[in-house]
T-cell receptor, first 113, second 107 residues
């Protein structure tokens, strides 16, 4: 099993550009989530999904969209990138929505200029 | 609302010294607490959870509901323990993380 795979690992965007961060897991996990990690702020939840077709907002959802059309994939879309979205993004999954052990991807380092 | 507080950004100790990483939480329900660790150039991973009452890599953590704390302890720190440690609280369908404590263990 590859576990949780995130692409790309690094990305530089200009203000106003849009892009999609990809996340895929091959463990048949129902629960998937996106976090951003900022210095001094820890990990903050952006969006999460408890199953295919179901998504919900986390603590810092503004400026991001998600969808969950399949169990395996949970892409994160930045609609119009802003410098405040410069961060490291982590995708994580767990077997159920009861937040058992979370499995994390390796992260995407995003810079918005 | 649920909240996790890790008061120390950085904890620096010498090898062989005891370590205690503090974590306090605020939650109206019955809490489920975890410690996650991120070693340099590795993925964030679960270290331990309170319901398991286990010791992982010599670390233990006891849930103290009276003091709303879940401090992580190790009697003798090793250099390989150097990492970022996050305390996390499970709420309804979400996991809230603290801001993290960087542990540096010097030889």
């Amino acid at each position: 099993n590859a576990g949780v795979t995130q692409t790309p690992k690094f990305q530089v965007l200009k203000t106003g550009q849009s892009m999609t961060l990809q996340c895929a897991q091959d463990m048949n996990h129902e629960y998937m989530s996106w976090y951003r990690q900022d210095p001094g702020m820890g990990l903050r939840l952006i969006h999460y999904s408890v199953g295919a077709g179901i998504t919900d907002q986390g603590e810092v959802p503004n400026g991001y969209n998600v969808s969950r059309s399949t169990t395996e994939d949970f892409p994160l879309r930045l609609l119009s990138a802003a410098p405040s979205q410069t961060s490291v993004y982590f995708c994580a999954s767990s077997r159920t929505g009861n937040n058992e052990k979370l499995f994390f991807g390796s992260g995407t380092q995003l810079s918005v200029l | 609302a649920q909240r996790v507080t890790q008061p120390e950004k950085l904890l620096s100790v010498f090898k062989g010294a005891p370590v205690e990483l503090k974590c306090n939480y605020s939650y109206s329900g019955s809490p489920e607490l975890f410690w996650y660790v991120q070693y340099s150039r590795q993925r964030l991973q679960l270290l331990l959870r309170h319901i398991s009452r286990e010791s992982i890599k010599g670390f233990t953590a006891d849930l103290n509901k009276g003091e709303t704390s879940f401090h992580l302890k190790k009697p003798f720190a090793q250099e390989e323990d150097s990492a970022m440690y996050y305390c996390a609280l499970r709420g309804y369908s979400t996991l809230t993380f603290g801001k993290g404590t960087m542990l540096l263990v010097s030889p």
